[in-house]
C-alpha cells in the first residue's frame, strides 16, 4: 500500500498574534503617554534640524516605553530612537560615531551631527563607567552587524539583538536622570534582567521577521518549527524578566541603597519591564510589518 503524505497547512496564524496568544505580558497594549502629540510634534522638529527624516513612530515607541515619564524625558528616548531608526538602515555609520562618543569631531553626516549633539546632552550628566558601558555596547552592535562574532555550536544559544542593539537599554538612565550605581549594574540578578530584556525585544523581532533560526533552512517545515523555536524561547526569557524584576527590592535592599535610590533604580527596571512589549508594538507599526498587526 502506498503510503500516504500528510501536508500540514501553514500557519494561518502570524508569528506576533502567536506570542501574544502564549504570553499575557505581550497581549496588553502598552499605555500610551499623555502629552504623545506634543513628544512627536517636538522630535519631528529636531529631526529635520539635524538633516534626519522624522519617525513618527519612534516617538510612540518612547511614549509607550516611558508612558509615566516626565514629557522631557520621554522626549529624549523619542530623539535617540529617531537616531537610532535611521542608524538601522546605515549600520556603516557606527564606526564614525563611536568615534564620536570617544571625543572625536564629528564629520558632516546628518547621523554623526544628530549623535554629536545627544551625546552632549546627556553624556555630560553621567559617570565614566556609564560612558564606558554605552560606548562599549556601541562596539558590541557594530561587532554583530559586521558578523565578527565568534561563533557557536548551537547557534541558537547565542544572544539575540544583531538588529535590537542593546546600547538601547543604557540610554534608559540618561533619559530618565538616573543612573544605577555602578555596584548594582554589575550584580548578577540586574545583569539578568537587562539581558532578559533585551533578549526578549530581539527575539520578538525574529519571530516578527518570520525567520527565527531559519536563515539557512528552506523546508517551510523547518522554518515552522524554527517560529516556534523562537516564540518558545521568548516565553521562557519573558519569565526569567519578571523572575530578575521581582528580585530588584532585595537587590536594592542589600545594597543599602536608601528610599529615593531605591525607587530611581526600581523605575528603570520597570522600563526595561514595558520596552519588549513596546518594542512589539513599534516593530507591527512600521511599513515592514505593519500588515501583520
Not at 509607550?64 to 538602515?89: D, I, N, P, Q
Not at 528552506?218 to 524561547?233: G, H, M, V
Not at 523572575?243 to 525607587?263: I, M, W
Request: hydrophobic share 45%; with cysteine.
Amino acid at each position: 500500500m502506498a503510503r500516504t503524505e500528510v501536508h500540514e497547512p501553514p500557519h494561518a496564524v502570524s508569528p506576533p498574534a502567536r506570542l501574544t496568544e502564549r504570553l499575557a505580558a505581550l497581549a496588553m497594549p502598552c499605555p500610551v503617554h499623555p502629552s504623545a502629540h506634543l513628544v512627536e510634534a517636538a522630535t519631528s522638529d529636531w529631526a529635520r534640524a539635524a538633516g534626519l527624516p522624522p519617525d513618527p513612530v519612534a516617538s510612540r515607541l518612547a511614549g509607550r516605553a516611558f508612558a509615566r515619564c516626565e514629557t522631557g524625558s520621554v522626549t529624549s528616548l523619542a530623539r535617540w530612537l529617531t537616531w537610532m531608526s535611521h542608524l538601522r538602515r546605515a549600520p556603516e555609520a557606527l564606526t564614525p560615531v563611536l568615534a564620536v562618543a570617544t571625543g572625536g569631531e564629528p564629520g558632516p553626516a546628518p547621523l554623526e551631527r544628530a549623535f554629536s549633539g545627544l551625546w552632549t546632552a546627556c553624556a555630560p550628566g553621567m559617570s565614566g563607567a556609564w560612558r564606558e558601558r554605552f560606548t562599549a555596547g556601541l562596539a558590541a552592535q557594530r561587532e554583530a552587524v559586521l558578523g565578527r562574532g565568534a561563533p557557536l555550536a548551537d547557534d541558537r544559544a547565542k544572544p539575540a539583538g544583531g538588529a535590537f542593539g542593546r546600547y538601547l537599554l543604557d540610554l534608559v538612565e540618561p533619559c530618565l536622570g538616573v543612573e544605577v550605581p555602578e555596584r548594582v549594574w554589575r550584580s548578577p540578578p540586574w545583569r539578568a534582567l537587562v539581558e532578559a530584556s533585551g533578549d526578549v525585544a530581539a527575539r520578538c523581532e525574529e519571530a516578527v521577521a518570520g525567520h527565527g533560526q531559519a536563515d539557512t533552512i528552506f523546508l517551510e517545515r523547518s522554518k515552522r518549527e524554527a517560529e516556534e523555536w523562537t516564540i518558545d524561547r521568548v516565553a521562557t526569557r519573558m519569565e526569567e524578566l519578571w523572575t530578575a524584576a521581582r528580585a530588584v527590592p532585595a537587590l536594592t535592599e542589600r545594597h543599602d541603597l536608601g528610599l529615593t535610590p531605591s525607587r530611581e533604580v526600581t523605575r528603570v527596571a520597570c522600563a526595561f519591564l514595558t520596552i519588549p512589549r513596546a518594542y512589539l508594538e513599534w516593530l507591527l507599526e512600521t511599513p515592514r510589518y505593519r500588515h501583520l498587526r
